[in-house]
Protein backbone atom coordinates (compact mmCIF):
# COMPACT_ATOMS: atom_id res chain seq x y z
CA UNK A 1 0.00 0.00 0.00
CA UNK A 2 2.95 2.72 0.76
CA UNK A 3 4.35 2.26 -3.00
CA UNK A 4 0.83 2.98 -4.42
CA UNK A 5 0.53 5.77 -2.55
CA UNK A 6 3.64 7.18 -3.72
CA UNK A 7 2.91 6.99 -6.98
CA UNK A 8 0.88 9.88 -7.85
CA UNK A 9 3.67 12.05 -6.13
CA UNK A 10 6.18 10.44 -8.20
CA UNK A 11 4.57 10.86 -11.46
CA UNK A 12 4.60 14.61 -10.55
CA UNK A 13 7.94 15.06 -10.21
CA UNK A 14 8.47 13.10 -13.59
CA UNK A 15 6.05 15.36 -15.40
CA UNK A 16 7.76 18.42 -14.03
CA UNK A 17 11.06 17.22 -15.34
CA UNK A 18 9.80 16.46 -18.86
CA UNK A 19 8.01 20.18 -18.88
CA UNK A 20 11.37 21.31 -18.08
CA UNK A 21 13.27 19.76 -20.63
CA UNK A 22 11.22 20.82 -23.28
CA UNK A 23 11.19 23.98 -21.85
CA UNK A 24 6.96 24.03 -20.95
CA UNK A 25 6.31 27.21 -18.80
CA UNK A 26 3.64 25.30 -16.04
CA UNK A 27 0.64 27.98 -15.81
CA UNK A 28 0.58 30.87 -12.89
CA UNK A 29 -2.46 32.04 -11.02
CA UNK A 30 -1.13 35.28 -10.90
CA UNK A 31 -1.14 37.12 -14.48
CA UNK A 32 1.69 40.40 -14.83
CA UNK A 33 -0.26 43.79 -14.74
CA UNK A 34 -0.78 45.55 -17.75
CA UNK A 35 1.57 47.88 -18.39
CA UNK A 36 -0.01 51.63 -19.95
CA UNK A 37 -2.81 51.88 -22.07
CA UNK A 38 -1.43 53.94 -25.47
CA UNK A 39 -3.22 56.47 -26.91
CA UNK A 40 -2.66 57.44 -30.67
CA UNK A 41 -4.93 60.59 -31.03
CA UNK A 42 -7.56 62.73 -28.87
CA UNK A 43 -9.66 61.08 -26.67
CA UNK A 44 -11.51 61.39 -23.30
CA UNK A 45 -10.04 58.86 -20.58
CA UNK A 46 -12.99 57.47 -18.40
CA UNK A 47 -11.34 54.85 -16.87
CA UNK A 48 -8.14 55.31 -13.82
CA UNK A 49 -4.84 54.24 -14.71
CA UNK A 50 -2.19 54.72 -16.71
CA UNK A 51 -1.89 56.24 -20.12
CA UNK A 52 0.93 57.33 -22.52
CA UNK A 53 1.04 58.98 -25.54
CA UNK A 54 2.73 57.30 -28.67
CA UNK A 55 2.96 59.39 -31.54
CA UNK A 56 2.59 63.37 -31.95
CA UNK A 57 -1.36 64.16 -31.89
CA UNK A 58 -2.75 66.66 -33.77
CA UNK A 59 -6.02 68.19 -32.79
CA UNK A 60 -8.67 69.02 -34.93
CA UNK A 61 -12.05 70.84 -35.00
CA UNK A 62 -13.39 67.18 -35.62
CA UNK A 63 -12.14 65.20 -33.16
CA UNK A 64 -12.09 67.20 -29.92
CA UNK A 65 -14.06 66.17 -27.02
CA UNK A 66 -16.67 68.57 -25.18
CA UNK A 67 -16.29 69.79 -21.27
CA UNK A 68 -18.03 70.82 -18.55
CA UNK A 69 -15.92 73.78 -18.30
CA UNK A 70 -17.71 74.72 -22.17
CA UNK A 71 -13.93 74.30 -23.57
CA UNK A 72 -13.15 71.30 -25.59
CA UNK A 73 -10.00 69.44 -25.17
CA UNK A 74 -7.71 66.67 -26.79
CA UNK A 75 -6.80 64.91 -24.23
CA UNK A 76 -10.05 64.89 -21.71
CA UNK A 77 -8.97 63.45 -18.21
CA UNK A 78 -12.86 62.49 -17.02
CA UNK A 79 -11.80 59.91 -14.18
CA UNK A 80 -9.95 59.74 -10.87
CA UNK A 81 -6.15 58.47 -10.30
CA UNK A 82 -5.13 59.32 -13.67
CA UNK A 83 -1.63 59.20 -15.21
CA UNK A 84 -1.45 60.56 -18.39
CA UNK A 85 2.47 60.00 -19.95
CA UNK A 86 2.77 62.37 -22.98
CA UNK A 87 5.80 60.11 -24.05
CA UNK A 88 8.13 63.15 -25.10
CA UNK A 89 5.52 63.65 -27.81
CA UNK A 90 3.60 66.61 -28.80
CA UNK A 91 -0.13 67.62 -29.12
CA UNK A 92 -0.86 70.09 -31.90
CA UNK A 93 -3.66 72.36 -31.64
CA UNK A 94 -5.88 73.07 -34.78
CA UNK A 95 -4.58 76.98 -34.18
CA UNK A 96 -6.64 79.45 -36.58
CA UNK A 97 -8.62 80.63 -33.44
CA UNK A 98 -10.07 77.57 -32.59
CA UNK A 99 -11.31 77.16 -28.79
CA UNK A 100 -9.79 74.14 -27.75
CA UNK A 101 -7.26 72.70 -24.68
CA UNK A 102 -4.75 70.44 -25.25
CA UNK A 103 -4.74 68.46 -21.86
CA UNK A 104 -7.65 69.08 -19.77
CA UNK A 105 -9.81 67.70 -16.87
CA UNK A 106 -13.21 67.57 -17.87
CA UNK A 107 -15.68 68.24 -15.11
CA UNK A 108 -15.38 69.60 -11.59
CA UNK A 109 -14.25 67.06 -8.48
CA UNK A 110 -11.70 64.68 -10.41
CA UNK A 111 -9.05 63.44 -7.90
CA UNK A 112 -5.25 62.63 -8.80
CA UNK A 113 -4.51 63.79 -12.14
CA UNK A 114 -0.78 62.84 -13.35
CA UNK A 115 0.41 64.94 -16.73
CA UNK A 116 4.15 64.33 -17.46
CA UNK A 117 6.92 64.78 -20.06
CA UNK A 118 5.38 66.42 -23.40
CA UNK A 119 5.20 69.40 -25.57
CA UNK A 120 1.65 71.38 -26.25
CA UNK A 121 1.45 74.19 -28.77
CA UNK A 122 -1.32 76.01 -30.84
CA UNK A 123 -4.53 75.32 -28.62
CA UNK A 124 -6.04 78.31 -26.75
CA UNK A 125 -4.78 76.90 -23.32
CA UNK A 126 -2.02 74.62 -23.83
CA UNK A 127 -2.92 72.58 -20.12
CA UNK A 128 -6.13 73.32 -18.11
CA UNK A 129 -6.21 71.22 -14.53
CA UNK A 130 -8.97 72.59 -12.42
CA UNK A 131 -11.36 71.54 -9.82
CA UNK A 132 -13.63 72.80 -7.89
CA UNK A 133 -12.11 75.25 -5.19
CA UNK A 134 -13.06 73.48 -1.62
CA UNK A 135 -14.42 70.37 -3.19
CA UNK A 136 -12.95 66.86 -3.04
CA UNK A 137 -11.20 66.99 -6.24
CA UNK A 138 -7.46 67.66 -6.79
CA UNK A 139 -4.13 66.82 -5.99
CA UNK A 140 -2.44 67.36 -9.27
CA UNK A 141 0.60 67.34 -10.52
CA UNK A 142 2.61 68.70 -13.87
CA UNK A 143 5.93 68.17 -14.69
CA UNK A 144 8.22 68.09 -16.85
CA UNK A 145 5.77 69.20 -19.85
CA UNK A 146 6.43 72.40 -22.33
CA UNK A 147 3.87 74.60 -23.38
CA UNK A 148 4.89 77.09 -26.26
CA UNK A 149 2.91 79.21 -28.37
CA UNK A 150 -0.87 78.74 -27.64
CA UNK A 151 -3.06 82.09 -27.98
CA UNK A 152 -3.62 82.34 -24.78
CA UNK A 153 -2.21 80.44 -21.27
CA UNK A 154 -0.02 78.18 -21.34
CA UNK A 155 -0.83 76.09 -18.39
CA UNK A 156 -3.63 76.32 -15.90
CA UNK A 157 -3.03 74.51 -12.52
CA UNK A 158 -6.34 75.39 -10.24
CA UNK A 159 -7.06 73.43 -7.71
CA UNK A 160 -6.20 72.19 -4.39
CA UNK A 161 -2.76 71.24 -3.21
CA UNK A 162 -1.35 70.66 -6.74
CA UNK A 163 2.51 70.48 -7.69
CA UNK A 164 3.42 71.92 -11.00
CA UNK A 165 7.30 71.04 -11.13
CA UNK A 166 10.03 71.46 -13.73
CA UNK A 167 7.24 72.80 -16.59
CA UNK A 168 8.51 75.46 -19.23
CA UNK A 169 6.17 78.11 -20.94
CA UNK A 170 7.56 79.94 -23.71
CA UNK A 171 5.50 82.64 -26.23
CA UNK A 172 1.91 81.98 -25.06
CA UNK A 173 -0.70 84.84 -25.68
CA UNK A 174 -1.72 85.29 -21.90
CA UNK A 175 0.02 84.15 -18.72
CA UNK A 176 3.33 81.44 -19.26
CA UNK A 177 1.34 79.72 -16.10
CA UNK A 178 -1.42 80.46 -13.80
CA UNK A 179 -1.43 78.66 -10.90
CA UNK A 180 -3.93 78.44 -7.37
CA UNK A 181 -2.78 78.25 -4.33
CA UNK A 182 -1.64 76.65 -2.39
CA UNK A 183 0.91 74.24 -3.70
CA UNK A 184 4.02 73.41 -4.51
CA UNK A 185 5.41 74.81 -7.45
CA UNK A 186 9.37 74.44 -8.34
CA UNK A 187 12.05 74.27 -11.16
CA UNK A 188 9.51 76.02 -13.54
CA UNK A 189 10.52 78.28 -16.29
CA UNK A 190 8.83 80.74 -18.21
CA UNK A 191 9.85 83.41 -21.09
CA UNK A 192 8.02 85.82 -23.62
CA UNK A 193 4.54 85.41 -22.61
CA UNK A 194 2.57 88.52 -23.62
CA UNK A 195 0.43 88.64 -19.84
CA UNK A 196 2.78 87.92 -16.85
CA UNK A 197 5.43 84.81 -16.92
CA UNK A 198 4.45 82.50 -13.34
CA UNK A 199 1.47 83.97 -11.99
CA UNK A 200 0.03 82.60 -8.85
CA UNK A 201 -3.76 83.39 -7.10
CA UNK A 202 -3.80 83.02 -3.40
CA UNK A 203 -1.01 82.63 -1.12
CA UNK A 204 1.01 79.97 0.61
CA UNK A 205 2.61 78.31 -2.32
CA UNK A 206 6.08 76.84 -1.27
CA UNK A 207 8.07 78.36 -4.67
CA UNK A 208 11.41 76.78 -5.27
CA UNK A 209 13.88 77.58 -8.64
CA UNK A 210 11.33 78.87 -10.73
CA UNK A 211 12.79 81.24 -13.18
CA UNK A 212 11.44 84.16 -12.88
CA UNK A 213 10.43 83.69 -9.12
CA UNK A 214 6.69 84.03 -8.73
Known sequence: MQSVARKP???????????????????????????PQPITGCTRIIQPGSYVAVNNIKA????????????PGCLVIAA?????????????GPGNGVYAVGVITGSYGYRGATVRSGEVTNFFIGVYLGSQIGSKGGGYVLEHVTAIGNSSTGIEVFTDGARVVGNVAISNGAQGFL??????????????????????WGSTCTNSENNPAP
Open 9 to 35: LQMMFVLFAVFSVVGVTLPRKAQAQAG
Open 60 to 71: TTTNLTQTDWGI
Open 80 to 92: DFVTLDLGGFTLF
Open 179 to 200: ILCPGVVAQNMAISNSSGEIVE
